[in-house]
């Protein structure tokens, strides 16, 4: 079974510096999309980018980028110039890329809390 | 992209009772997902709402408990049954497309029970 981590339930970051969230991932599939998404204290959850496994090319998003290595199953998410904006926790999830079955379903990680400070 | 809506945005109900959490979607989805999430912690599926038939449910999570229904490509509904503090959580909606490259969220349902 596939399973996600993040090892880091807490960050900060001051205003207009970067900060980096680590994500990594166990599964034995070759084809797969990685998320992460942001979570703030609204509650509403929204899409931060998104990276397909057979892409060799980081995906970037304005100020977001990733770092995915796929050997080492690892997909950080970079974040730069930070805004007061940005605090929220972020998860990091897998889905696989075979439909058969349940396999739309996310497997999420725990989350990590981005607290930003002026 | 999908804009999703969830009602009610919060409640507070008394322990036994049920509450039904309906969740909107402004188009036509194919995959519709109902999440549990304790506040500060992560997701948890609780099942897949398939048009046309039955929900898919994850472990430990049953029909009798969370009764799902989803009449058509935008529309799906929650139940919780027979509520007990510890069914107190935020309860999300999410959906996609066929393909599903993107879950897009509801804004969630608060529950307390008391």
């Known amino acids: 079974a596939q399973t996600v981590t993040q090892s880091q339930p807490e960050m900060s970051v001051q205003e207009a510096e970067t900060v980096t969230l680590s994500c990594t991932y166990d599964?034995?599939?070759?084809?797969?999309?990685l998320f992460w998404y942001k979570q703030p204290p609204s509650r509403q959850m929204i899409l931060v980018i998104r990276q397909e496994a057979y892409k060799q090319q980081n995906a970037t998003e304005n100020r977001f980028s990733v770092n995915f290595q796929k050997a080492a199953k690892s997909f950080s998410l970079k974040i730069s110039d930070s805004q007061l904006g940005d605090a929220a926790m972020y998860f990091c999830a897998y889905r696989s890329a075979r439909y058969a079955g349940n396999n739309r379903k996310l497997i999420w990680g725990l989350g990590t809390s981005l607290a930003v400070n002026p | 992209s999908a804009v999703i809506s969830q009602k009610p945005s919060r409640d507070i109900c008394q322990r036994g009772t049920s509450l039904t959490i309906q969740c909107q979607v402004d188009s036509q989805v194919t995959m519709m997902f109902w999440y549990r999430q304790q506040p500060g912690q992560s997701l948890t599926l609780i099942a897949t709402a398939n048009q046309g038939s039955e929900a898919t449910y994850e472990s430990g999570f049953v029909i009798d408990k969370f009764p799902i229904s989803r009449p058509n490509l935008t529309f799906s509904t929650l139940t919780v049954s027979n509520m007990s503090p510890e069914d107190s959580s935020i309860y999300l909606c999410s959906a996609c497309d066929r393909d599903c490259f993107v879950q897009y969220f509801g804004p969630g349902t608060r529950l307390t029970v008391t």
């Open positions: 599964t034995s599939e070759s084809d797969y999309y």
